[in-house]
């Protein structure tokens, strides 16, 4: 009798164990599922934006040249600037305004840059912490947020960069400017160091996101090449 009930314990728990093992792995699949849609989604973003710029351009030079036979080039050429620049602020990203690209070779990162840090925003995308920053490419320091979610997507897998690796921001205008890490270090979420550094003159950017530490965040900062 006792065997008896020994053995349908240990079938019981069996089943139970295997039920587990196999929810963990259609939760780890559907999550694995979930990370390289949005790393695909946010890469067609990022090269829709780029090629929306040099589509852009391409449509100026057009214009330009078909107006520069005429007494009114000068007029041509501001409207048709205008009605580029219009275009590219209404252009917008899971609803908020795109400002550039952001991408890291080393950690496979591409990544459409919105211009206001929120809730909502650092949850699809990197965001321009704006109240700190002086945009992208410009002289001075831009701080760019975003959630380390651990599952790939977003700024993941940041905390696999060194100094020396390599940062590439395209901006509004078209510039794609490149930027070396040279610094990497942890700290408090009161700090706010990183925000307010004196950068002498160059053109900078520093990532933030969560450490995997509790209650601390990890900061890089980065200097155009």
Do not use: W
Not at 106 to 124: A, C, F, G, P, Q
């Amino acid at each position: 009798m006792f065997e008896s009930k020994y053995g349908k314990t240990l079938t019981i728990g069996l089943i139970i164990l295997i039920i587990i093992v196999i929810g963990a792995l259609v939760f780890f699949t559907i999550d694995y599922i979930k990370s390289v849609n949005t790393n695909n989604e946010a890469l067609n973003e990022a090269n829709k934006f780029i090629n929306e710029i040099k589509d852009s351009e391409k449509n100026n030079v057009i214009k330009n040249e078909q107006a520069s036979n005429t007494q009114t080039n000068v007029i041509l050429n501001i409207q048709t600037e205008n009605i580029i620049s219009d275009e590219q602020t209404e252009d917008t990203y899971k609803g908020f305004k795109k400002a550039g690209v952001i991408e890291i070779p080393k950690i496979n990162l591409n990544y459409i840059i919105v211009s206001e840090v929120d809730r909502d925003s650092i949850e699809v995308a990197i965001a321009i912490q704006d109240e700190v920053s002086v945009g992208l490419n410009k002289v001075g320091n831009t701080v760019l947020v975003s959630h380390n979610y651990k599952n790939g997507t977003l700024f993941s897998n940041a905390s696999n960069l060194a100094n020396d690796d390599k940062i590439y921001i395209t901006d509004k205008t078209g510039t794609r400017q490149s930027y070396t890490i040279y610094n990497i270090y942890t700290t408090g979420t009161g700090d706010s160091d990183y925000m307010e550094r004196d950068t002498n003159g160059e053109k900078e950017i520093t990532l933030v996101t969560c450490a995997n530490e509790t209650k601390s965040r990890l900061v890089i900062c980065a200097k155009a090449d």
